[in-house]
């Protein structure tokens, strides 16, 4: 298959990218005048949360081929002294699909690590300054180095099929790669709904989240 056709389609997906990009100051203009953009901004809330929950999807099913994988892996080199690459490469790939894919559900449920150690002291309107800095300050910034890191090497991997590197490897490592790219959109879009919800709160057009103690924990939990 001629790489052209995968360098034109990753030209439209960029394009489209540019396109959408101005989504992104949304939350910035909520903390303003959130008037006229809060129906939609409610609307793009709901639609990105079942985004992600779409995603944790694909999440748990890789999670499942993992765990089938890895006890296979185990029996078989155990038990008969046998192995594969494609089944060892099997559990690679469900191991990344499983965080990557899960890790925007993570971000909307609040269920990533946190380090820092002020946030919980803040009072509400503090911690949502603090979820829109982060956002705009580490999130979307990482996420979109990340796309544009593997704009080119991707499009490539397409035009080949890429598949493994060992003779009895899968023919499946270019939907390996695509996982970096679906990650960081993911993420991306997982932002925009979090500094949506941080922005309507601060506002008061959407429930304070739950008071949390200073010791990271929730009050009343």
Partial sequence: M?????LTLGGWL???????????????????????????AKWLIVRIDALSSWALGGAIASAIILVG????V?????A???SFT????????????????????ALRDDAHVRVDIL????????????ELAGIYLFLFPICIRLLAMTEQGLARSWALFEGSRESDGLPLLFLFKTLLP???????????????????????????????APHGGVHGA
């Fill in 14 to 40: 960029k394009w489209l990218g540019l396109a959408l990009s101005p989504l992104l100051v949304l939350p910035l203009v909520i903390t303003i005048w959130p008037e006229p953009v809060e129906r939609i």
């Fill in 182 to 212: 679906a990650f960081a959109v993911l993420m991306l879009a997982q932002g925009l709904s979090e500094a949506l919800k941080a922005a309507l709160r601060l506002n008061g057009k959407l429930d304070d989240m739950p008071e949390e």
């Fill in 2 to 6: 001629s790489p052209e056709i995968f």
């Fill in 80 to 82: 008969f002294g046998l």
């Fill in 119 to 130: 946030r919980p002291r803040f009072g509400a309107r503090g911690r949502n300054w603090v």
């Fill in 69 to 72: 994988a890895q006890l296979l």
């Fill in 86 to 105: 494609w089944l060892n490469e099997i559990v690679i790939y469900a191991f990344a699909a499983m965080f990557m894919l899960g890790s925007a559900s």
């Fill in 74 to 78: 185990v029996l078989l080199r155990y």
